[in-house]
């Protein structure tokens, strides 16, 4: 018998063929990060600029967070590389992964 956590990890997600639902919730949760990360850094970095210091503990996180964003934008980029994309190539149509292509880069834009 398969626990809740295995039978959730071998769904098939409807939006990215091919694609295992625990691999997509790992990116989309990235995004999540990323953005906390980015949020943090700004916040840092103004209180940074507008008082001339930080404390030690903000100093750190300051210089540490980037290290910690190439880090997880290294890896997701992985994942997209070596199961995300490859599966959607096998999985859709040229017109469909154009499709594909255009919401994503709209969604950037």
């Known amino acids: ?5 295995d039978t959730h990890s071998t769904r098939k997600s409807p939006y990215f063929p ?13 995004h999540g990060d990323a953005d906390d990360f980015h949020a ?6 103004t209180e940074w600029i507008s008082s001339g210091t930080l ?10 967070q980037p290290t910690s964003l190439k ?3 290294a890896h997701h980029i992985l994942i997209e590389e070596n199961e995300v994309f490859p ?3 096998l999985a859709l149509d040229n017109q469909s992964l154009a499709d ?7 969604r950037r834009k």
């Open 55 to 64: 404390e030690g503990s903000e100093q750190a996180a300051l210089l540490a």
């Open 87 to 89: 599966r959607a190539a």
């Open 1 to 5: 018998m398969l626990a809740a956590s």
């Open 71 to 73: 880090h997880l934008y």
């Open 100 to 106: 594909k292509g255009r919401q994503f880069s709209s």
């Open 18 to 30: 091919g694609c295992r639902n625990d691999v997509l919730s790992r990116l989309k949760r990235d």
């Open 40 to 45: 943090s850094f700004d916040w840092l970095y």
